[in-house]
């Protein structure tokens, strides 16, 4: 089992910045891609980004970029969501998700492993 705690979730204006942490402790060997979704209420869950953790190939959804950068620390077991210019449209619920495949997956099916999430607010 892969456990995976987010973080850094909170209140912000339109234009700010916030940057999500996500630890994965436990078979961390067993998983090579780590990813970001969102959910905000009565919407569908949605891509941000994912980003493999040997090579560092990183994709991300069209709504983010520019905006947000997904990265990783190897020693620390952490991936990053570092987000710019916060937009009314970005609130919700940020997962962290982690899998085995070799490349970033925007498919949830990709990952075999969610944290609970992390709050988003943004007020204008």
């Known amino acids: 089992q892969v456990q995976l705690v987010e973080s850094g979730g909170g209140l912000v204006q339109t234009g700010g910045s916030l940057r999500l942490s996500c630890a994965a402790s436990g078979r961390t060997f067993a998983t090579n891609v780590m990813g970001w979704f969102r959910q905000a209420p009565g919407k569908e869950r949605e891509f941000v980004a994912a980003i493999t953790l040997t090579s560092g190939l990183a994709a991300s959804a069209d709504a983010v970029k520019g905006r947000f950068t997904i990265s990783r620390d190897m020693a620390k077991n952490t991936v990053y969501l570092q987000m710019n210019s916060l937009k009314p449209e970005d609130p919700g619920v940020y997962c962290c998700?982690?899998?085995?495949?070799?490349?970033?997956?925007?498919?949830?099916?990709?990952?075999?492993?969610w944290g609970q999430g992390t709050q988003v607010t943004v007020s204008s």
């Open positions: 998700a982690a899998g085995a495949g070799s490349l970033p997956t925007m498919r949830p099916r990709g990952y075999d492993y």
